[in-house]
Nanobody, 115 residues
Framework: QVQLVESGGGLVQAGGSLRLSCAASGRTFSNYEMGWFRQAPGKEREFVASISGNGRIKYYADSVKGRVAISRDNAKNTVLLQMNSLKPEDTAVYYC????????WGQGTQVTVSS
């Protein structure tokens, strides 16, 4: 019954920035590790970043290290992904979800980076 809603995507030029947001309803995810994932057309979904329940432990895929920052606001039941220095290869639909036991996937938010 948890619903995940991603937002904040858009069209940006290479080198630009976006801040993605993930909001959940139905149950708080404050106790769970959450992650961001992305999927490009014809590609498998891939891991982007994760954050522990208390926000203290973070992991990033090598492809985005140094360019993105994951954070969370458990009081608002949200997870954020700040993306900087965007590259065309970052183009994908971005999703959030619980890492250990996934909820139903949301619609995702489209990120398109032009060269």
């Amino acid at each position: 019954q948890v619903q995940l809603v991603e937002s904040g995507g858009g069209l940006v030029q290479a080198g630009g920035s976006l801040r993605l947001s993930c909001a959940a309803s139905g149950r708080t995810f404050s106790n769970y590790e959450m992650g961001w994932f992305r999927q490009a057309p014809g590609k498998e979904r891939e891991f982007v970043a994760s954050i522990s329940g208390n926000g203290r432990i973070k992991y990033y895929a090598d492809s985005v290290k140094g360019r993105v920052a994951i954070s969370r606001d458990n009081a608002k039941n949200t997870v954020l992904l700040q993306m900087n220095s965007l590259k065309p290869e970052d183009t994908a639909v971005y999703y959030c979800n619980r890492r250990d036991r996934a909820y139903a996937w949301g619609q995702g938010t489209q990120v398109t980076v032009s060269s």
